[in-house]
């Protein structure tokens, strides 16, 4: 493996890791904050935490697209 693809690799893993983690968090700290209820922010945090993963192999080939040029 080239230096490139390792670095090419890396920031793919990490922009994966954000796009799978972030909006499901901020979501949830929204949610918590305004209600006060973690059971339902959890539930709703996680619910899409869930759909994103179900679309994970297609946001991964966009990112390897976008990676690539």
């Given at each position: 493996?080239s230096?490139?693809d390792?670095?090419?690799?890396?920031?793919?893993s990490?922009?994966?890791?954000?796009?799978?983690?972030?909006?499901?968090?901020?979501?949830?700290v929204?949610?918590?904050?305004?209600?006060?209820?973690?059971?339902?922010?959890?539930?709703?945090?996680?619910g899409?935490?869930?759909?994103?993963?179900a679309?994970s192999?297609?946001?991964?080939s966009?990112?390897?697209?976008?990676?690539?040029e």
């Amino acid at each position: 493996m080239s230096p490139d693809d390792l670095i090419r690799s890396f920031w793919l893993s990490t922009a994966m890791a954000l796009v799978l983690v972030m909006p499901p968090l901020a979501i949830f700290v929204g949610i918590n904050h305004k209600t006060e209820d973690i059971l339902i922010a959890s539930l709703i945090g996680f619910g899409v935490h869930f759909v994103i993963l179900a679309f994970s192999v297609r946001i991964c080939s966009q990112l390897e697209r976008l990676f690539k040029e």
